[in-house]
């Protein structure tokens, strides 16, 4: 299942969601048009073996990793689930902390993965634990809300409607068995999904939270949904 569109837009111009695409992009351009792209990675990449808890310079990737990405499908995905998903979160928010919060959610699911190759010399990057952040953020708070859907069915391809708490769920599973699956090649490479089920879990639980606290909006008398 892929996303296409989020049937419910948001009241506001998603200023924040924006800035971080453009950004996004133009890290991406002079990644690819740098000189020595595999040098410009190195410098902005989480490298786990090169993290030292008491040097703080060597933490500064767990942030500059989150834009970088490692090809044009990497940050094309990225950038189209964070702009379908990224408005209405920024909205409930608000601007600078749905900002902190979109960092905070990257850092966390980033340290995840870290934990599983503490060792390792292959540079981690891409936005996806941040994205998953705004996922589980958004699955707290509008888990009702239709996700216009690509759906494969064998041969043919079509589009539904369906809650965005089964698709984001369904995702959601769908990268929690695959980090389970790749701990023991987690040394060698490949997609760091556990750093997409941090992202994902601390999101939800900071939107729990921030609900918890009274932050949850009636917006023109409608009651917001229930919880999932």
Excluded: C
Aim: glycine content about 8%.
């Amino acid at each position: 299942m892929f996303p296409l569109r989020d049937t419910q837009k948001a009241k506001i111009i998603p200023l924040i969601t924006y800035v971080i695409i453009i950004i996004n992009v133009v890290v991406f351009f002079l990644e690819i048009t740098s000189v020595k792209p595999d040098a410009f990675i190195e410098s902005y990449a989480l490298i786990p073996a090169k993290i030292n808890f008491s040097n703080y310079l060597t933490l500064i990737p767990f942030i500059t990793s989150q834009f970088l990405h490692g090809g044009f499908l990497h940050i094309i995905s990225n950038m189209w689930f964070l702009k379908i998903f990224g408005d209405n979160v920024e909205e409930r928010f608000g601007h600078i902390q749905y900002l902190f919060i979109y960092l905070l959610t990257g850092t966390v699911g980033i340290f995840i993965q870290y934990l599983f190759a503490v060792d390792s010399t292959i540079p981690m990057l891409g936005a996806s634990a941040a994205v998953a952040g705004v996922l589980g953020a958004y699955l707290v708070f509008f888990p009702h809300h239709r996700i216009e859907t690509l759906v494969p069915l064998g041969f043919f391809i079509t589009t539904v409607n369906i809650p965005a708490s089964i698709m984001l769920l369904y995702w959601f599973i769908t990268q929690l068995f695959s980090g389970v699956g790749s701990i023991a090649i987690a040394q060698t490479g490949g997609v760091a999904f556990w750093a997409h089920v941090g992202g994902f879990a601390s999101g939800w639980i900071i939107a729990k939270l921030y609900r918890g606290l009274g932050n949850s909006e009636i917006e023109e008398g409608q009651i917001i949904e229930e919880d999932f």
